[in-house]
């Protein structure tokens, strides 16, 4: 058997896997369904029990969570780095803020709208990424952080170059409407906002954790590892590669939309290249390769200007002086922290609680016997 299994080709042994990996795709897709649905109940229970603000917060979290969730899928699952998709963000954000303005000058109102405009601004961002996704393919190592670190610093200029679409420096409002008036009269606005950015991420996250287990994420995979074998196994890498890209820039794009709709204003100080390194380091910190390890990104990215604000206030400075620190600190804190989770944890927080659990499985006393 092992010898007949040897001399079936590839395409063959593919073409025979196809009925039970088809098998096997129904129940993955119900398992992480199930997973939305209690995550989503969790979220709503939460949102109950949390203050205005905490809300806020978690909101923030799910939004960042779509950026860092796409950029493992690129540099995690397909080896692609990026050092633009804060500009990406960006592009998202200024879509749904062009949507929403165009919708509120319109006089249409309704809250399918805000729905529209977020999927106009994937679109966008999905755009973009294509674009800057057929070049990176042609690109390797230090030329491919090249062309992206030009995507951040060019994408946010732009809003300098159309000031009268984009209103320069100024930025734009994002109106938003209210909630449902089915909620009640004094539904928290805050707690609105999660619900509005936990359905859109809890969705992004379910399409992106049944492509990773499909056949596309094995090729994104493959790729990561070794391109020649890749190609020699019949993958076509730079689509593979482009793919990857507009992949990860459809959840940047829906990232960035969410903050702007979160902010209801946009501005390319918020999209700064400071923002892009940080996206980057959080899905190093959190964990390459795992959208888990994306969560743990995204909440990082959320707590770390409250760590760095308790710091200052509890330092004796000047007021100029506290300003600069709160500038500079938080990209401190974090270079220290991926030095040190690089040193005591190559696999970021996620590999190393996945190796705490291994650990404390392989103590049970059913485990051992086995």
Known sequence: MTATRAATPPSARASAGAGPADARRA???????????????????????????????LATVAAYLCATAGLTVLT??????SLGHGALMATGAYTVALCQNAFADAGATGGWLLAVSLGAAVLAA???????????????GPYLAGVTLAVAVVV???????????????????????????????????????????????????????????RYGRTFRAVRDDEVA??????????????????SAAGAGLGGALLAVLAQSVSPGAFSLTLSLFLLMAVVVGGLG????????????????????ALTEGLSLSPAAAQRMEGNLPLAIFGVTLVVVMIAAPGGVQGLLARLGRALAARLPGRRRS
């Not at 999905?126 to 390797?140: F, I, M, N, T």
């Not at 906002?193 to 992106?208: E, R, S, Y």
């Open 27 to 57: 129940p993955t897709l119900l398992r992480h369904l199930g997973v939305a649905a209690v995550a989503a109940l969790l979220l709503v229970a939460a949102s109950y029990g949390l203050e205005p603000f905490r809300n806020f917060q």
């Open 76 to 81: 995690g699952l397909n080896g692609q780095l």
């Open 126 to 140: 999905l755009a973009v990424g294509a674009v800057v996704g057929v070049a990176a393919a042609r690109l390797r």
């Open 156 to 214: 946010p200029a732009l809003t300098v170059t159309f000031d009268g679409v984009l209103n320069g420096e100024q930025g734009l409002a994002v109106p938003v409407e209210p909630p449902p008036a089915a909620l009640g009269p004094y539904f928290p606005y805050e707690r609105w906002q999660l619900w509005i950015a936990a359905a859109a991420t809890l969705l992004a996250l379910l399409l992106l954790a049944n492509l990773v287990r499909s």
């Open 230 to 247: 890749a190609r020699l196994a019949g993958i076509h890498v730079a689509r593979t590669q482009v793919l990857a890209f507009v992949v």
């Open 290 to 309: 795992s959208l888990t390890g994306a969560l743990w990104g995204a909440v990082l990215l959320v707590a770390l200007p409250d760590l760095t604000h």
